[in-house]
């Protein structure tokens, strides 16, 4: 007798589920909910269409309800929204049209994805006001650009969704504003990473209003206005709110499925829940952090397509196991490209975890070939060596050094491990020394003592009596700019001037980059002195200093 699967909800871990399922078993009978009439889109794809690099809508349609009936003969109800799911007696209840109805099943799929947040302020109901999760909100925001041709907007949120809509914003020839609640934006990489791309933003004329939330918002007929916290008004013809998603698991609330703590559904390892043949995947799911094993919550569509194969791996007597979301990801600001793997030195801090960290700024190929561009690569490492982390900022190049680091981290590797990966090379795509190379070899010289670092946030603690802060680079550089209290004694002259360095305290250095100042660490070491080379050096410290300032 064949099985007769129901799965709630399409894009990325429905639709897979689905395919997947009907691969593994011609007989079953598979019927695949969704509320509007979109069954699986290219979601991380809306804020391009609606910047008009995507040219064709058509192109974010990924499966069309007759589409994956004539290939996998599913029979796809479109406008059909299940309203409850009665587990005990293996049943849901649907709403479409009218209609209600009741449909029984022997395996269960969830995949109701999440929603975007819409906190009750005053006057967040203007028509002006929108969010971008589907496509209905696409061809709702596209609509109003393209017809009311607003001059200004205002875009909440410096998630990825909300950078994205920047920039397609700008691209369309509207003068942008972001509002970001946190102190920077892109919080899955640190402030360091992040500010870069803040810059990126500026210099495409972006105003940028910083660890400023929004109190509320009024109606001023043409244009909306924007109260932030700090009583600032600001005012422009479109809003798009992106601070966030939520599970939209409303309508199990009476099924007697397990939540977690922010109402995700709480899976196994096999994407089961509480009840028995019910499985739920992606974005409404909470999974296991890869890198920690605790539960934690991470909407990305390559998990939601993983857990999607391996529900329907599970239910056709397969035993596949989803073993966690290391959070990977990427996104295009402008002209730069900002992508991380693992945990960020935030994630570590609070997990209490000892770390590592180095920065590097390699080129993105051989420098003698034209086009190169610079990389800006943080590692984080344990002190065993293990790989922990990495993000890369950069016009070249990041996606792929950030996709070995990611592979690396995978298999629990460690930056031996880096400094030993063969990757491709030829001078228009790398260098002999690949940027992970170095990033693993700099890592390593760490942990074998060859020398100190120090970071960042470290210069503001500096004990001035105890330590001496030298800048290896040449005089010219050191002229045009250089962090203050530092003195000059160029790498190539630090043999001839050893006399001038005080054996008694610490010695700090920094150069450019790095490199010389590991040169110059490593001939102070070698003499008797107790040397640290600043990580990512003066271009880090010059980068980290930028700040946003809105302009009128």
Same mark, same amino acid.
């Given at each position: 007798?064949?099985?007769?699967?129901?799965?709630?909800?399409?894009?990325?871990?429905?639709?897979?589920?689905?395919?997947? $399922?009907?691969?593994?078993?011609?007989?079953?009978?598979?019927?695949?909910?969704?509320?509007?009439?979109?069954?699986?889109?290219?979601?991380?794809?809306?804020?391009?269409?609606?910047?008009?690099?995507?040219?064709?809508?058509?192109?974010?349609?990924?499966?069309?309800?007759?589409? %994956?009936?004539?290939?996998?003969?599913?029979?796809?109800?479109?406008?059909?929204?299940?309203?409850?799911? $009665?587990?005990?007696?293996?049943?849901?209840?649907?709403?479409?049209?009218?209609?209600?109805?009741?449909?029984?099943?022997?395996?269960?799929?969830?995949?109701?994805?999440?929603?975007?947040?819409?906190?009750?302020?005053?006057?967040?109901?203007? @028509?002006?006001?929108? +969010?971008?999760?589907?496509?209905?909100?696409?061809?709702?925001?596209?609509? =109003?650009?393209?017809?009311?041709?607003?001059?200004?907007?205002?875009?909440?949120?410096?998630?990825?969704?909300?950078?994205?809509?920047?920039?397609?914003?700008?691209?369309?020839?509207?003068?942008?504003?972001?509002?970001?609640?946190?102190? /920077?934006?892109?919080?899955?990489?640190?402030?360091?990473?992040?500010?870069?791309?803040?810059?990126?933003?500026?210099?495409?004329?972006?105003?940028?209003?910083?660890?400023?939330?929004?109190?509320?918002?009024?109606?001023?007929?043409?244009?909306?206005?924007?109260?932030?916290?700090?009583?600032?008004?600001?005012?422009? !013809?479109?809003?798009?709110?992106?601070?966030?998603?939520?599970?939209?698991?409303?309508?199990?609330?009476?099924?007697?499925?397990?939540?977690?703590?922010?109402?995700?559904?709480?899976?196994?390892?096999?994407?089961?829940?509480?009840?028995?043949?019910?499985?739920?995947?992606?974005?409404?799911?909470?999974?296991?952090?890869?890198?920690?094993?605790?539960? *934690? @919550?991470?909407?990305?569509?390559?998990?939601?397509?993983?857990?999607?194969?391996?529900?329907?791996?599970?239910?056709?007597?397969?035993?596949?196991? =989803?073993?966690?979301?290391?959070? +990977?990801?990427?996104?295009?600001?402008?002209?730069?490209?900002?992508?991380? &793997?693992?945990?960020?030195?935030?994630?570590?801090?609070?997990?209490?975890?000892?770390?590592? *960290?180095?920065?590097?700024?390699?080129?993105?190929?051989?420098?003698?070939?034209?086009?190169?561009?610079?990389? +800006?690569?943080?590692?984080?490492?344990?002190?065993?060596?293990?790989?922990?982390?990495?993000?890369?900022?950069?016009?070249?190049?990041?996606?792929?050094?950030?996709?070995?680091?990611? &592979?690396?981290?995978?298999?629990?590797?460690?930056?031996?491990?880096? +400094? !030993?990966?063969?990757?491709? =090379?030829?001078?228009?795509?790398?260098?002999?020394?690949?940027?992970?190379?170095?990033?693993?070899?700099?890592?390593?010289?760490?942990? *074998?003592?060859? *020398?100190?670092?120090?970071?960042?946030?470290?210069?503001?603690?500096?004990?001035?009596?105890?330590?001496?802060?030298?800048?290896?680079?040449?005089?010219?550089?050191?002229?045009?700019?250089?962090?203050?209290?530092?003195?000059?004694?160029?790498?190539?002259? %630090?043999?001839?001037?050893?006399?001038?360095?005080?054996?008694?305290?610490?010695?700090?250095?920094?150069?450019?980059?790095?490199?010389?100042? =590991?040169?110059?660490?490593?001939?102070?070491?070698?003499?008797?002195?107790?040397?640290?080379?600043?990580?990512?050096?003066?271009?880090?410290?010059?980068?980290?200093?930028?700040?946003?300032?809105? /302009?009128?």
């Amino acid at each position: 007798m064949s099985k007769k699967i129901l799965i709630v909800g399409g894009v990325a871990g429905g639709a897979s589920a689905a395919a997947r $399922m009907r691969r593994l078993d011609e007989t079953a009978q598979i019927i695949m909910f969704e509320r509007d009439n979109y069954i699986s889109f290219a979601n991380c794809g809306l804020p391009y269409y609606i910047g008009e690099t995507i040219q064709e809508r058509s192109k974010l349609l990924v499966q069309t309800p007759e589409a %994956m009936y004539r290939r996998f003969r599913i029979d796809v109800r479109v406008n059909s929204e299940v309203i409850a799911v $009665m587990p005990d007696e293996k049943k849901v209840r649907v709403r479409s049209g009218e209609e209600i109805y009741e449909e029984t099943y022997d395996s269960l799929i969830l995949s109701p994805g999440a929603k975007a947040l819409k906190p009750p302020l005053n006057g967040i109901e203007n @028509a002006k006001i929108m +969010t971008l999760r589907n496509i209905p909100d696409t061809d709702r925001i596209k609509k =109003y650009v393209d017809h009311e041709q607003p001059k200004t907007a205002i875009v909440i949120g410096g998630g990825y969704v909300g950078i994205e809509m920047v920039e397609s914003l700008v691209e369309r020839g509207i003068k942008v504003s972001l509002v970001e609640n946190n102190p /920077q934006i892109l919080t899955p990489v640190d402030p360091e990473m992040a500010i870069i791309a803040a810059k990126e933003l500026q210099d495409h004329g972006v105003n940028q209003h910083m660890s400023n939330g929004v109190q509320g918002f009024e109606d001023l007929g043409k244009e909306v206005g924007v109260i932030l916290a700090d009583g600032t008004k600001l005012a422009a !013809e479109l809003v798009i709110l992106a601070i966030g998603v939520r599970p939209d698991t409303e309508f199990l609330k009476d099924s007697g499925l397990a939540f977690g703590p922010r109402g995700h559904l709480i899976v196994d390892a096999n994407m089961k829940t509480n009840k028995q043949d019910v499985y739920a995947v992606g974005d409404a799911v909470e999974v296991v952090d890869y890198m920690s094993g605790k539960k *934690t @919550a991470i909407p990305l569509a390559g998990p939601a397509n993983k857990q999607g194969r391996i529900a329907a791996d599970n239910i056709a007597g397969l035993t596949s196991t =989803y073993k966690g979301t290391q959070g +990977t990801s990427i996104i295009k600001v402008f002209n730069l490209t900002v992508a991380g &793997t693992g945990h960020n030195e935030k994630q570590l801090k609070a997990a209490g975890v000892d770390y590592h *960290t180095i920065t590097v700024h390699p080129g993105s190929h051989a420098g003698y070939y034209p086009g190169a561009a610079p990389i +800006t690569l943080k590692l984080l490492f344990a002190p065993d060596g293990k790989v922990l982390g990495a993000q890369g900022v950069g016009a070249d190049g990041v996606d792929k050094r950030i996709d070995s680091i990611a &592979t690396v981290i995978r298999f629990g590797g460690s930056v031996y491990d880096l +400094t !030993e990966l063969e990757l491709a =090379y030829a001078p228009p795509y790398s260098s002999a020394k690949d940027p992970v190379n170095f990033a693993g070899y700099v890592a390593e010289n760490v942990l *074998t003592d060859k *020398t100190k670092v120090f970071t960042l946030d470290k210069i503001a603690e500096r004990d001035e009596a105890a330590t001496m802060f030298i800048d290896v680079r040449s005089p010219m550089e050191h002229a045009k700019g250089h962090i203050p209290n530092s003195i000059n004694i160029p790498v190539d002259d %630090m043999r001839e001037r050893l006399a001038e360095i005080d054996k008694s305290k610490e010695i700090w250095v920094y150069c450019q980059v790095g490199l010389r100042g =590991y040169l110059a660490s490593r001939i102070l070491k070698q003499n008797g002195y107790n040397v640290k080379n600043l990580t990512g050096g003066y271009k880090s410290y010059e980068m980290a200093s930028f700040v946003p300032t809105p /302009q009128n």
